[in-house]
C-alpha cells in the first residue's frame, strides 16, 4: 500500500542554517506530493506541492522536487528564519481514492 | 471567510461522558475526513465522507461515529469517552479524484479526565 517515511526529528537550527527534510514515499499509482506545516497551536496548512515528476513546489523559500526515479520529495529552505519553527509533515494522495498519506511529522526549531 | 471550521476548538470532559465535534466546509468540496493526532503528533486518518458516503472507515472503536448531513459538514460523535480519548481531532475536506490538496480545520483539542 501507499506510504510516506518521513526524517524524524526533532530538528534544531540557528537561525540562517540550511534546512532539508528528507522524505520518500511508497504509491501504487502516480500521486500527488504535499508539504505541510503546522504552527503551535494549529491546524495544518498547505506549504507547497507537486503533481506529477520533476515538479519543484515552492513557497515562502521553501522548496521540494518530485522525484520519481528516487521516489523522494525533500524539503529545503536555504536560510531558515525563527517564524519557521513548526512541525512539517510530508504527504501524498493518489488520483482514485484521494486518501491521503501522512509522514509522522518532523519538528523543526529555529534559534536566534 | 474560514475554508474549513470545527467547533469547538477545546473540549474538557469527565471519563464516561458522551460528545460530538461539529465541522463544517465551505469550499465545495465533496469528500470530508476526520483526523486523530497524537501527542506525538502523528496523523491518524478515522473516517471519510464522499458525497455523504462512508468510504474510509478506519480501525476505530464503534464509540466513535461520524455522520454528514450533507456534503459540507461532517460531525464527529463520541459515546463512552475514555482517557485514551485525548488528542487533537481534524476534520478536513478536499475534492475526490482531482489529486488536490486537503484542507484542514484549526482542531479540536478534547482532554478527557
Known amino acids: 500500500g501507499d506510504s510516506v517515511t518521513q526524517m524524524e526529528g526533532p530538528v534544531t537550527l540557528s537561525e540562517e542554517a540550511f534546512l532539508t527534510i528528507n522524505c520518500t514515499y511508497t504509491a501504487t499509482g502516480y500521486p500527488s506530493l504535499f508539504w505541510y506545516v503546522q504552527y503551535p497551536g494549529e491546524g495544518l496548512q498547505l506549504l507547497l506541492k507537486?503533481?506529477?515528476?520533476?515538479d519543484k513546489g515552492s513557497n515562502k523559500g521553501f522548496e521540494a522536487t518530485y522525484r520519481k526515479e528516487t521516489t523522494s520529495f525533500h524539503l529545503e529552505k536555504g536560510s531558515v528564519q525563527v517564524s519557521d519553527s513548526a512541525v512539517y509533515f510530508c504527504?501524498?494522495?493518489?488520483?482514485?481514492?484521494?486518501?491521503?498519506?501522512f509522514g509522522t511529522g518532523t519538528s523543526l526549531t529555529v534559534i536566534p | 471567510d474560514t475554508a474549513v471550521s470545527q467547533t469547538p476548538k477545546y473540549l474538557v470532559t469527565q471519563m464516561g461522558n458522551d460528545k460530538s465535534i461539529k465541522c463544517e466546509q465551505n469550499?465545495?468540496?465533496?469528500?470530508m475526513y476526520w483526523y486523530k493526532q497524537d501527542s506525538k503528533k502523528f496523523l491518524k486518518i478515522m473516517f471519510s465522507?464522499?458525497?455523504?458516503?462512508?468510504?474510509i472507515n478506519e480501525t476505530v472503536p464503534n464509540r466513535f461515529s461520524p455522520k454528514s448531513p450533507d456534503k459540507a459538514h461532517l460531525n464527529l460523535h463520541i459515546n463512552s469517552l475514555e482517557l485514551g480519548d485525548s488528542a487533537v481531532y481534524f476534520c478536513?475536506?478536499?475534492?475526490?479524484?482531482?489529486?488536490?490538496?486537503?484542507?484542514f480545520g484549526q482542531g479540536t483539542r478534547l482532554t478527557v479526565v
Open positions: 469550499l465545495g468540496h465533496d469528500t
Open positions: 507537486a503533481t506529477k515528476a520533476d
Open positions: 504527504a501524498l494522495s493518489e488520483v482514485t481514492g484521494n486518501q491521503f498519506y
Open positions: 465522507y464522499n458525497n455523504k458516503e462512508l468510504i
Open positions: 478536513a475536506s478536499s475534492q475526490f479524484d482531482r489529486n488536490t490538496e486537503a484542507f
